[in-house]
């Protein structure tokens, strides 16, 4: 018998004999029916714990039993599972609210015909949609066995494109001295070959670019990172991975320690602060969770914590004292949890903690999340004499059979929680159909408000200063975008960019920043003022393969040389996207433009790309800022950046500098430009007096 034509029925009517009569319509129509008939509520969520089901097909109204109440209890059980309303006159406001409410479609009495119609419709459509999850779950699997086979092989594998690292397994790390494969994908190949063969290697790189694949294995002496030699045998071969060609690399090795491997293998998956697990290894579970869900094999729920006010323990603090807090806040909700296999525990980022309950529903989990939050609100943490406290706010999210993707879930998660963080946060809040479709609604009513404003020009350019300390002739601003409301107020960025980046619109945003930035930069020139505008990039600006051509038109078209704009790239975006942000820093050199990378002074060791991008400012943290009279960890940040940034003829800039405190520690380090509230908060006008003295 065809599979196809088989339908897993619950039929939630009054009748039992209107329930076998329907049966009988689709079996006549060609479908094998195995239907079950209930006409209770609880009879109904019984069977849909039972088993898996096709299709529900119910009267607009069973005993007391309203349909929306159906489709409420199938939303909340987290199936994917079509409902029909069939019976009684067809009223269009009633289909219309059945229909919004949830229901598939909602078919008259009279309407046996297009009931037939409606339900081949809806079996072609949720076998399209389980072959979808089938072949994403399939494709998952596949790539994480090809990935886990590369990972555990004996030998040092890595792939490469165009000189740089995109991929390398745990062997290739271990021979090289490394321990972060995030590490490595900024470091070219060419810099782990020693000096006296690199020029043997250039020729063979060019070769491979060329699509030319040697045959033979070549020698060559490598360079760990500690600067010891030692003789590599290499192969070469072409490969592709995530979809890009690219050459793969295969280094003989001699010997293999097990012990080591282990090792290795259990700090690839360990948060090294706090001992909990990763993100990486994180999202690996919570990627095996969706999976399992999504084939009707296990639920899971995923909470989301993030401490509240945690900047006023780094400010109390400083930045070593709050990640002892934050390895004490691990320790706290360890304890809250106990230890299983059932649960995996993470430190997801920042000062986020992420934790995965497997074979769980929300409810079994919902008093462990007030049991967390109670534990932190009780809690008072002691650093070096110093005692803090803070509370924290917990979002909880489902992994259900129709959660599409671990971003899916992930995010459902932190929105949960966004909105535990209201009102001084405090809370656990539990994401809900409703939450999606109130989400939903809100970012359809963002896209067309950013929309309109693109079209009628209601963004506003505000500016802020950025002024030398050491008397550096010129005027510079940073270019600030704001949106206006329809009363007049101004809406700040962090409340309408995420929904930009989720309608897809930063192109033209950014766009729309350079085109008004050039425009106000000719007006202050007819003053006979030259300036140099600094432009946020975002990291789908950075990607865009016809950006640059476009500067070259806005350059020419506005009658500007490039070296009035300094566009800005954060660190985090420039290293995910190392390849893009390399072209992109290349293009602007040639337009004569500047580059920016801000938000620097995070990654470890800092400033590790100082020699794969041409880059004319370096912008710090302005966490490191705010708390370098306070942290010896920032200061030495500080002097690093600025040091290293000397000695590439970079320029540094210290940015939300609130106050003259750090003014004589970022004089000391020869910091070369500051900005921030101190000297002027964002304003309309370009009206900066840059005479005044600030050094």
């Not at 995965?356 to 929300?362: D, E, P, S, Y």
Request: net charge negative; proline share 3%; charged share 25%.
């Amino acid at each position: 018998m065809d599979n196809d034509n088989i339908i897993h029925l619950i039929i939630f009517m009054d009748s039992s004999h209107d329930a076998e009569v329907l049966g009988n319509s689709l079996r006549n129509a060609g479908y094998a029916v195995r239907h079950k008939h209930v006409d209770k509520i609880d009879s109904f969520e019984k069977a849909l714990k039972d088993q898996t089901w096709d299709l529900v097909i119910t009267s607009p109204k069973v005993h007391d039993c309203e349909a929306t109440h159906i489709i409420e209890v199938v939303n909340k059980a987290g199936k994917d599972l079509p409902i029909i309303v069939f019976g009684s006159r067809y009223e269009r406001p009633v289909a219309l609210g059945l229909i919004s409410a949830g229901a598939v479609e909602y078919v008259g009495a009279d309407e046996q015909q297009y009931l037939l119609l409606v339900v081949d419709r809806q079996m072609s459509s949720l076998r399209e949609r389980r072959d979808y999850r089938d072949c994403r779950n399939s494709l998952g699997e596949s790539e994480k066995r090809n990935r886990t086979l590369l990972d555990s092989s004996r030998d040092p594998i890595s792939y490469i494109h165009e000189g740089m690292h995109i991929y390398c397994n745990l062997s290739y790390l271990e021979i090289f001295g490394y321990e972060d494969a995030e590490e490595m994908e900024s470091i070219p190949v060419m810099d782990m070959i020693a000096p006296e063969d690199q020029k043997i290697f250039k020729e063979l790189l060019r070769k491979l670019s060329k699509g030319e694949t040697p045959d033979q294995e070549f020698e060559f002496q490598a360079l760990r990172s500690n600067g010891e030699q030692f003789k590599a045998v290499m192969q070469f071969s072409p490969a592709s991975i995530e979809g890009e060609q690219c050459t793969q690399i295969v280094i003989r090795k001699q010997t293999d320690n097990a012990q080591l491997h282990k090792e290795l293998e259990q700090l690839r998956k360990q948060d090294l602060l706090t001992g909990l697990y990763n993100r990486q290894h994180f999202m690996e579970e919570l990627s095996n969770a969706v999976s399992k869900a999504s084939k009707g094999h296990a639920n899971s729920v995923i909470f989301y914590i993030e401490p509240d006010q945690f900047n006023h323990i780094k400010d109390t603090l400083g930045i070593a004292g709050s990640d002892m807090v934050l390895t004490d806040m691990a320790n706290l909700i360890r304890q809250q949890l106990g230890s299983t296999d059932e649960m995996v525990i993470a430190r997801f980022a920042g000062t986020v903690f992420t934790i995965i309950f497997k074979n769980k529903n929300i409810d079994e989990v919902q008093a462990v999340a007030e049991k967390i939050r109670t534990a932190f609100e009780q809690h008072l943490f002691e650093v070096e004499g110093k005692t803090v406290s803070t509370t924290c706010s917990i979002g909880v999210g489902p992994i259900i059979e129709t959660t599409m993707d671990a971003k899916k879930a992930l995010s459902h998660a932190e929105a949960a929680c966004s909105t535990a963080r209201k009102d001084n946060g405090n809370r656990v809040h539990i994401h809900t159909v409703a939450d999606e479709m109130a989400n939903l609604e809100q970012e359809k009513e963002w896209a067309k408000r950013l929309r309109l404003a693109l079209k009628k020009d209601h963004f506003l350019l505000h500016y802020q200063p950025i002024v030398s300390l050491h008397a550096e002739p010129g005027e510079r601003y940073e270019v600030l975008l704001r949106m206006q409301a329809s009363d007049g107020s101004v809406i700040m960025p962090n409340e309408f960019m995420d929904s930009a980046k989720n309608a897809d619109l930063m192109l033209e945003i950014d766009r729309w920043v350079m085109k008004n930035a050039a425009k106000a930069m000719l007006e202050k020139r007819r003053s006979g003022t030259e300036i140099r505008f600094f432009i946020k990039l975002s990291p789908e600006s950075v990607e865009d393969a016809t950006l640059l051509p476009w500067i070259s038109k806005l350059l020419k078209a506005a009658r500007l040389h490039g070296s009035s704009l300094v566009f800005e790239i954060t660190e985090k975006a420039a290293l995910h996207n190392i390849k893009a942000t390399k072209a992109l820093a290349d293009g602007l050199q040639q337009l004569s433009c500047l580059l920016a990378i801000t938000q620097a002074g995070n990654e470890t060791p800092p400033l590790k790309y100082l020699n794969h991008f041409n880059i004319n400012y370096i912008k710090i943290d302005g966490q490191h800022i705010q708390n370098i009279t306070q942290s010896e960890s920032s200061q030495e940040i500080v002097k690093t950046i600025a040091e290293l940034s000397r000695t590439k003829n970079i320029q540094t800039i210290a940015e939300h500098v609130q106050d003259p405190t750090c003014l004589a520690v970022l004089w000391q380090h020869g910091i070369n430009f500051i900005q921030g509230y101190y000297l002027q908060e964002p304003e309309e006008k370009l009206n900066y007096d840059f005479s005044g003295e600030h050094s």
